[in-house]
């Protein structure tokens, strides 16, 4: 079993900056991808940013050049920096993981409301 927390998140006018942090814990962890998706109301659920432990990344076309995941391996750690932020990023946004052994998890998930 795997555990998520969450922290980070808020509200910020457009054009500002956030950084969402998730930290993983559990037994036995062998994490295999990190990374962030986001569910805003009335729309399907997003894949914004993931990284694998080949430290291939990859971001959705939305946020790309705007976003940068990074993870910490030794604290079991990921990070969403979020920059040059715009209304339409408004949304819950949930980390998750997924084990080599093909356990998966997700944090509980935090708000992120960009004014315009």
């Known amino acids: 079993q795997v555990q998520l927390v969450q922290s980070g998140g808020g509200l910020v006018q457009a054009g500002g900056s956030l950084r969402l942090s998730c930290v993983v814990s559990g037994s036995m962890l062998s994490i295999d991808t990190m990374g962030w998706y986001r569910q805003a109301p009335g729309k399907e659920r997003e894949l914004v940013a993931d990284s694998h432990q080949d430290w291939r990344t990859t971001y959705a076309d939305s946020v790309k050049g705007r976003f940068t995941i990074s993870r910490d391996n030794a604290k079991n750690m990921v990070y969403l920096q979020m920059n040059n932020l715009k209304p339409e990023d408004t949304a819950v946004y949930y980390c998750?993981?997924?084990?080599?052994?093909?356990?998966?998890?997700r944090g509980q998930g935090t708000q992120v409301t960009v004014s315009s």
């Open positions: 998750y993981v997924q084990l080599y052994n093909g356990i998966r998890g």
